[in-house]
């Protein structure tokens, strides 16, 4: 007997029980693998492909909102130059009215010192008249009551200061 060989008999159970532990093993288990591995493999492989399409989704989305910021901040442009040309139309449209305002108010103005300069003007031809007459009663000695007469007087004296007046402020010039 060799030490080193097994007895034929345990050789045959043996190979008889590896046989039948390699079948179960094959079989049952090795399908169960397989399919574990598969199923982590396409668990891996989808994983990847549903991180690609995520990723590209995300991209497009980045993009999108790129593009979006790019027409918001191009519509707050435009929208910032048209709030600034009403402002300045505004400006325009308000100093045209207060321009016309001021006009308004200086015509009238000039309009009511005209009118009270033509009011102190007759005020003071029917005082200088009534002076005039008065002053000229005394020196002629008779009444000068009549008021045609008073008017016609008044008017020529009038007239004559006037000339008189306007005679010197010419020769004034002339110097």
Known sequence: MNPLLPPLDEIIIGGV????????LWKVLLPKIAKTLADRTDAIEGGLKRAEEAQAEAQAELERYRTQLAE???????????AREQGAV?????RAEGQRIKD??????????????????NALRQDVGKLAVGLASRIVGESLEDEARQRRVV????EELEAKASAGASSEKVR
């Open 17 to 24: 029980a590896f046989l039948i532990v390699f079948g179960f």
């Open 90 to 94: 505004a400006i325009a449209e308000m």
């Open 104 to 121: 308004e108010i200086v015509t009238a103005g000039h309009t009511q010192i005209e009118a009270d300069r033509n009011q102190a003007q």
């Open 155 to 158: 008017d020529r004296f009038l």
């Open 72 to 82: 918001a901040r191009r519509e707050a442009g435009r929208l910032t130059e048209d």
